[in-house]
């Protein structure tokens, strides 16, 4: 009886082999992305979230004019008085 070889004594060797990688068209050579209106909409809303954090907690220019309102005598009368104070009792949920 006799034993013919099959392959090589070596099992390793046949995974070792290299082949040809296919390579990808050049004409599809662009990247494209889509997006969706949901992410457009919740982008837009976050740069406005962005800018609405990044503005002063005082306005310094509705505090000056103010303040010069409140200079002159005439502009403190009784419907102004009034309005300020129902202003402030919505505002504080009192009564």
Do not use: C, H
């Not at 034993?3 to 099992?11: H, K, N, S």
């Not at 609405?52 to 309102?69: F, G, T």
């Amino acid at each position: 009886m006799t034993i013919e070889r099959l392959g090589p004594v070596d099992p390793i060797q046949k995974y070792n082999k290299s082949e040809k990688v296919a390579r990808p068209d050049a004409r599809n050579s662009g990247d494209s992305i889509s997006v969706s209106d949901e992410a457009k909409i919740r982008s837009e809303i976050m740069q406005a979230v962005e800018q609405v954090r990044s503005l002063p907690d005082i306005r310094e220019d509705r505090v000056a004019e103010i303040r010069e309102k409140l200079r002159d005598p005439s502009y403190i009368s009784d419907r102004v008085v009034e309005a300020v104070a129902e202003e402030l009792i919505s505002v504080f949920e009192i009564g």
